[in-house]
């Protein structure tokens, strides 16, 4: 295995200020995609009485909270500034993390109990569906773009939509089971799961964890190409 000596200088001003804009869009996009998707699910949810649904619609709304606060540090147009912002957006969006964790383990348990027997919801699966179909890609976007621009917060926000697709992959198959066989415990079985990855992903941000903004400093690198790794540090996850 060869080592280099590489100069890492991360994207130029106008490259940040680019990515910048693409992640606002992005972050506007998710926006007003989860106050929509947050609308039909908390109405069908409750015509149908299902608490997937429901839950499903309360994390849209906490998802709001988190991209606004991305769309927060990213209305500042200097790239300091936005720098400053980061630590307390990582905070907003490991604390929806969390409140989304907790909704989910408590609304789990509480159908796992038979508290309430939801209806079948035909505009809850196409909802599933149409998030099942939207949500990786925007997530994928908004990803690459805080990865290049070693933005946590925006890799952190991309993770919290890439959970709503996960849930809505529990969601869409909850309610096509509980609509064509009738097992009501296969959602909140799935959404436990959910809670946990969004309590790991809650801790990752509150510490910090998730890019490593690109430093101007020498340093000795390994060939990436020879050893399949990014060159990111341990407490990194840009590369994953």
Known sequence: MLLMTAISLGPSAARRD??????RLLVAATITYNVIEAAVALTAGTLAS??????????SVIEVSSGAAVAWQFSAREHAVREAREKTTLRIIA??????????????????????EAKSSIPGIVLAAFSLAVMPFL????????????SASAVADSKQTLLCTYLSVVLLVGLVLNATLGWSWADPIAALVIAVIAVKEGRNAWQGKGCC??????APTVDTEADGTCGCRPDCDCCN
């Open 139 to 150: 997530s994928a976007a908004q990803r690459r773009a805080g990865r290049e621009l070693g």
């Open 213 to 218: 903004a690109p430093s101007a400093v020498a």
């Open 95 to 116: 604390l929806s993390f969390f409140a989304l964790a907790a909704y989910v383990a408590v609304d789990a348990v509480r159908a796992l109990m038979g508290t309430a």
């Open 18 to 23: 680019v990515l910048a804009r693409r992640i």
């Open 50 to 59: 299902s608490t997937a649904l429901i839950g499903f619609g309360l994390d």
